[in-house]
Structures are given as structure tokens and as C-alpha cells.
């Protein structure tokens, strides 16, 4: 479901609810409305029929005339009662229960009549009237107690109503509404990251099932985006790798040039003496030729290997070992361009976990750049060391070339920027950038003209694990 679809139903939920909590309470506080009215009168009723059966009593054993006539006085008064407020009286109790009292009423009314006209006080119409008042009295009495009943009721139900929906809003504010909450804070955390890594050329993608609502877009275009500018990078590393191939290529032809004389010259010492040669001495020339041979088949593994477009594979690695497979492919141009190198490599320094071959193109990079900036006899400096805590590999690259002006430094990371005219690509630096930068590592560059310019690379060591052995 999408999250619009789920905040509408979320929504609706909380109204539907707080709906069906009005409707009750509206009907509740009508009920109680009425209730309390017909209380209030058939309360009025029931102190007018208890000073009836006083009056009973003053009649029957004071002989009071007077009584009888307060008797008849206080029934016609309570049946205009009964008739005023029947609308508010009959809601409350029923037609039933209201037609009984007012019965009730009418039989003690026309006893009493009856007992006033012939002015009786025997002990047959004292009885009768008397059980008259008794049953209006008892029949109004336990109207009202069941209508306070009625009354106590609705009043415990309306408190377990409100405490039913309260329960009812604590579990949707404190499970579901989280709920939903952290669906879109998990999917906007992810993707948060991802751009994250992005933006340091790390260009991963988010695993694991993607959500079917409108984060579950925005990650499906994130991880296309992260798998393009992937293959984009990957794209530009060969594109600059072949372009510094063509440079390469022409010191290791120089480079297998060497050996091929060599061999040429054992051969023909080896026909010339051929016959005068014992048998030890002609294997000895044969290894001098095998030699050669695996001299120059180490030269073109090398360069194919520089060259073979290769998916990134991260495994810890010894920098140093990089450094002296890179020094390798660019040594025949160090000794034509007669560049002396000075290395002091720490034995000691940490793995990195790298892919070997980016960062062997990041140093035929700035190593190519360097000899192309300095003249016959300068030096090339390379360093490695630690940190105190071993948790970072520092590669010094420094060279005592022609250097650069601070505007020209401020640029050499940007693509396609180069101070080599139409002999250069501009990307070979910003290259090195990017896959510094995708080893989790910095690259930075210090410069002065006419005293060289410094490449410094600090790299993340490979975790160490922690020794358990007590």
C-alpha cells in the first residue's frame, strides 16, 4: 500500500472513531437529559403523594375536614402535572408505566371524592382510601428508583465507553502510528545514505525488498542512478587507462627491445661457437634464451593486465607491493626521461583494502604526470608509512618537476582539465580522485613553481582483528 494510501486510511480510522464517539455521547447526554428531567418532576410528585397520605392520617384520626380538602387539592394539582409534562414523563419511562400512575391517580382521586361528598370516616373507606394512596405511593416510589438505576447505568456505560476509546487511540498512538512512521523514516534513512555514499563515490545500491509505495520509487531510482554513474566512472577508469596505455606502450617496446638483442646476440655467439661448445656450457646459453624469454613475457602480462577492463574487487592488499608493480610498467620511461627514484616504503604499514588495479592506475597517474613535469636528472620521491593508531596508510608521491601555479593546483581534480594542450585528456587526475574517494581514502596536492609539486593519499587500513586470547 502506498504511504498516501496509508495516511488516508490512518486518517479516516481516527475519524471514523472519534465519529462513532460523538454519536454515543450525543445519544448518552440525551438520554441523561431525559432522564434527569422526568427525576426532577417525578421527584415533585412523590414529596406531593407522601403529604397526601399525611393528610390521610389527619382526616381519618383528628377528624379534620380541612385534610380532605388539601387531598383533593394536591391529586388535581399533580394531575395537571402528569398532563404538562407527559411529553417529558413518557420518553422517559414509557406509555405504559405512565398511563399506570396516572390510573393509579385517577382511583385514589375518585375514592377521595367520593369520601369528601358523604363526609364518611368508617373504617371501610379509611382502608380503601388508604391502599389507594399506598399503591400510587409505592408505584411512584419505584418508578423513580428504577429511572435512578436507568440513570447509574448509562452513566457506567458512558464511562467504559470513553475508557474503550481511549485504550482504542493509546494502541493507534503508540503501535500503529509509529508503525507507519517508521516504514517512511526506514526508506528515507536508506536513502538518505545512499546519497550519501553517492556524493564520496561510493556508488553502492540499496539491498534487501523493495517497499511498494512512493519511497520504493525513489529507491529504485537512487540504486539506477548509483548503477549509471557506476558504470560511467568505470567507463572513464578504462577510457584514461587506455589513454595512458598508448604512453606505456612505447617504453615496454623499448623495454622487450633489450631482451630481443639480447637473445639475438646469444643466438648468434651460440651458431658461431657451436661446434666448440661442450654440452653444459650450450644449456647454460639455452637458459640465457629462456631467461630473456620469460623476461619479456613478464613485460607483456603486465601490460595486459594494466590494460583489461576488470570489475572492482575490494581485498586487503600490501600498498607497497602496488607501488613496485606500478614502478614496473613505468620504469623504462623513468630511465629514458633519467629520472632517478628514491622509495622508503615502511615495511611495517597495515593492508588496505583496495582494488588493486584502480589504485595501481592511480599511481601510473600522478607518477606519468610527474615525469612528464621534470627534466633529465631530477628526483622522484615515493613514501609510505602509518599512522600511530595503524588505522590509515599514508602514500607521499613528490616530485622536483617545473610545479604549478596556485589557480592551476585549485583545478587539476576537475574533469577533462589539463595543462597539456591537445596531448592530454584532463581526466587522468579526476580519476584518481574518484576511486581515492570510492577506497573510503583522500587525495590532496601541494604545489610551487619550479620546486614540484606533492600528491599525498591517505587510505583507511583493513580492520584488525581483536585478539580473544586472554
Do not use: W
Not at 383528628?62 to 387539592?73: E, G, H, P
Not at 648468434?268 to 639455452?286: A, G, N, S, V
Amino acid at each position: 500500500m502506498t504511504i498516501k494510501r496509508t495516511l488516508i486510511l490512518h486518517g479516516v480510522i481516527i475519524i471514523g472513531l472519534l465519529a462513532l464517539m460523538g454519536m454515543f455521547a450525543v445519544h448518552d447526554v440525551g438520554t441523561l437529559t431525559t432522564s434527569s428531567r422526568y427525576m426532577e418532576i417525578q421527584e415533585g410528585l412523590n414529596a406531593s403523594f407522601l403529604q397526601m397520605r399525611l393528610y390521610e392520617k389527619n382526616y381519618f384520626l383528628f377528624k379534620d375536614d380541612q385534610a380532605m380538602r388539601d387531598i383533593l387539592s394536591i391529586i388535581k394539582a399533580a394531575g395537571k402535572t402528569l398532563d404538562s409534562f407527559s411529553d417529558a414523563m413518557i420518553p422517559a419511562i414509557g406509555e405504559a408505566k405512565y398511563q399506570a400512575l396516572r390510573n393509579s391517580l385517577s382511583q385514589y382521586e375518585h375514592e377521595a371524592q367520593l369520601i369528601a361528598e358523604s363526609g364518611t370516616r368508617d373504617v371501610v373507606a379509611e382502608t380503601t382510601l388508604r391502599e389507594f394512596g399506598r399503591r400510587l405511593l409505592e408505584l411512584s416510589t419505584r418508578l423513580t428508583r428504577e429511572e435512578r438505576a436507568k440513570i447509574d447505568k448509562i452513566i457506567t456505560k458512558a464511562k467504559r465507553g470513553m475508557l474503550a476509546s481511549f485504550l482504542i487511540f493509546l494502541v493507534l498512538a503508540v503501535f500503529l502510528t509509529p508503525l507507519i512512521y517508521r516504514r517512511i523514516f526506514s526508506s528515507m534513512k536508506k536513502v538518505t545514505m545512499l546519497a550519501r555514499d553517492i556524493s564520496k563515490g561510493r556508488f553502492r545500491i540499496i539491498d534487501g525488498k523493495v517497499p511498494d509505495d512512493e519511497m520504493g520509487t525513489v529507491i529504485t531510482a537512487m540504486n539506477s542512478m548509483s548503477q549509471e554513474l557506476r558504470l560511467r566512472e568505470d567507463e572513464l577508469v578504462q577510457s584514461k587507462k587506455l589513454g595512458s596505455l598508448g604512453v606505456l606502450t612505447a617504453g615496454v617496446a623499448h623495454e622487450i627491445t633489450n631482451p630481443l638483442n639480447n637473445i639475438s646476440m646469444i643466438a648468434q655467439t651460440y651458431q658461431e661457437m657451436y661446434d666448440m661448445l661442450p654440452r653444459e656450457k650450450r644449456i647454460e646459453f639455452m637458459d640465457q634464451v629462456l631467461g630473456e624469454c620469460e623476461r619479456i613475457r613478464a613485460i607483456v602480462v603486465n601490460l595486459l593486465d594494466f590494460a583489461k577492463p576488470k570489475v572492482a574487487s575490494f581485498s586487503p592488499g600490501d600498498i607497497n607491493e602496488v607501488i613496485n608493480r606500478t614502478l614496473g610498467l613505468v620504469q623504462n620511461m623513468l630511465d629514458v626521461s633519467d629520472i632517478e627514484v628514491h622509495l622508503d616504503l615502511d615495511s611495517g604499514i597495515p593492508t588496505v583494502n583496495m582494488d588493486k588495479h584502480q589504485i595501481n592506475q592511480v599511481f601510473v597517474n600522478i607518477i606519468t604526470n610527474a615525469i612528464q613535469a621534470m627534466k633529465p636528472g631530477q628526483d622522484l620521491t615515493i613514501r609510505t608509512t602509518t599512522t600511530e593508531k595503524r588505522d590509515e596508510v599514508h602514500i607521499v608521491i613528490e616530485d622536483t618537476g617545473k610545479g604549478m601555479s596556485p589557480e592551476t593546483l585549485s583545478h587539476i581534480f576537475d574533469p577533462f582539465f589539463s595543462t597539456k594542450g591537445v596531448d592530454g585528456t584532463g581526466l587522468g587526475l579526476s580519476v584518481s580522485y574518484g576511486i581515492v574517494k570510492n577506497h573510503s581514502g583522500t587525495i590532496t596536492a601541494s604545489s610551487e613553481v619550479d620546486k614540484g609539486t606533492t600528491f599525498e593519499i591517505h587510505l583507511p587500513a583493513t580492520p584488525q582483528m581483536e585478539d580473544t586470547d586472554e
